[in-house]
């Protein structure tokens, strides 16, 4: 019988009132290498290591990065935030990264 693994998932929420610019831009500059969706309130980027979804108000950006396995999430929360961080450079955001129990 093959075990069945559920996949590794993190979510962060981000205040900042630039959410919806902050999607739109990771998704425009992954959107040239791998597959993307968004609009201005939702985004999906299909990652070599696994997915990102984006969601935007006014107040907010949550991030939820989604892995096979824990030890590739890590690396994805790091990419993640380091391109956000860049887009974002003109404020001080604050990631508090927490891992879903399996």
């Known amino acids: 019988m093959s075990e069945t693994t559920s996949p590794a998932i993190s979510i962060a929420r981000i205040a900042t009132a630039h ?3 902050y999607l739109t831009q990771l998704c425009k500059h992954w959107g040239h290498k791998f597959p993307v969706s968004y609009d201005a309130h ?5 990652l070599p290591a696994g ?3 984006l969601e935007a108000d006014a107040a907010t950006l949550a991030v939820r990065v989604e892995a096979a396995a824990t030890e590739g999430l890590a690396r ?3 990419v993640v935030e380091e391109h956000i961080r ?11 990264w927490t891992r879903e129990a399996r």
């Not at 939702?42 to 299909?46: D, L, P, T």
């Not at 860049?86 to 990631?95: D, W």
């Open 51 to 53: 997915g990102c979804t």
């Open 19 to 21: 959410g919806s610019r």
């Open 76 to 78: 994805l929360e790091q």
């Open 86 to 96: 860049r887009f974002a450079f003109r404020e001080e955001l604050s990631f508090a």
């Open 42 to 46: 939702r985004g999906a980027i299909e």
